[in-house]
């Protein structure tokens, strides 16, 4: 199966992303994840993300961007796409970075994650590695975008999100990512409605 290219497709989300502002580099930094987005054969807007294995040490079973910690001198942008390519097998000359989420930390305080956007070309086989990765997920936007979906619960005066899938429920620091995205494909619906 033929998946489109980046360039090839226009829709009004591939449109919305636009408005991503630019990766953001804070010092005190210590990981980077790959938001990769892509058109599939449909012209629907899709993101790829993975379920950890039960097993793993950190976050087990979570659902989460590709994505783990900085080599030492490497960017957010370099360890989000090597990550990437290694998680799931996206070869690296896909990946076009258009952008970035705000930083956020998981439940340790002091692992602050620079989430990056990025068109990619997915490949006809996406290949998980089996020590970091049991599931790859593939929702649409549209799917992400359904609220009813969604259900919210306060954490220490926070608001805690989930999104479930069949697999596994998608929740913490990469919901709160997956949130943000969505308000800028949103925020672009709202302007075409308005104009």
């Known amino acids: 199966m033929q998946h489109p290219r980046a360039d090839e497709v226009s829709t009004p989300h591939w ?5 991503v502002p630019p990766v953001s580099q804070p010092d005190r930094a210590v990981a980077a994840v790959l938001v ?8 629907s807007v899709r993101v790829i993300m993975t379920k950890r294995p039960d097993n ?18 490497e960017s957010a ?11 799931v097998g996206l070869p690296e000359d896909s990946v076009a970075v258009i952008g ?8 340790d305080p002091d692992n602050l994650i620079v989430p990056v956007v990025a068109k990619v070309v997915r490949p006809d086989v996406l290949v998980p590695q089996p020590e970091e990765v049991e599931i790859i997920l593939e929702p649409t936007i549209d799917e992400l975008l359904d609220e009813t979906r969604w259900n919210v619960s306060e954490w220490f ?5 989930f999104f479930d ?3 596994a429920t998608l929740w913490g620091a990469t919901a709160f990512m997956v949130r943000e995205l969505l308000e800028v494909f949103r ?6 409605e308005q104009a």
């Not at 942008?77 to 998680?87: D, F, G, K, L, Y």
């Not at 925020?187 to 075409?192: L, M, P, T, V």
């Open 15 to 19: 449109e919305a992303l636009q408005s």
């Open 36 to 43: 990769p987005l892509y058109i599939d054969v449909d012209e």
């Open 56 to 73: 793993m040490r950190t976050h087990p079973g979570d659902v989460v961007f590709p994505g783990g910690r900085m080599e030492p001198g």
């Open 77 to 87: 942008v370099a360890a989000a796409i090597r990550e990437a390519c290694e998680e």
């Open 100 to 107: 970035g989420l705000t930083p956020i930390t998981t439940r």
């Open 157 to 161: 005066g926070r608001n805690l999100w």
């Open 165 to 167: 899938f069949p697999e």
């Open 187 to 192: 925020s672009n619906q709202d302007s075409s």
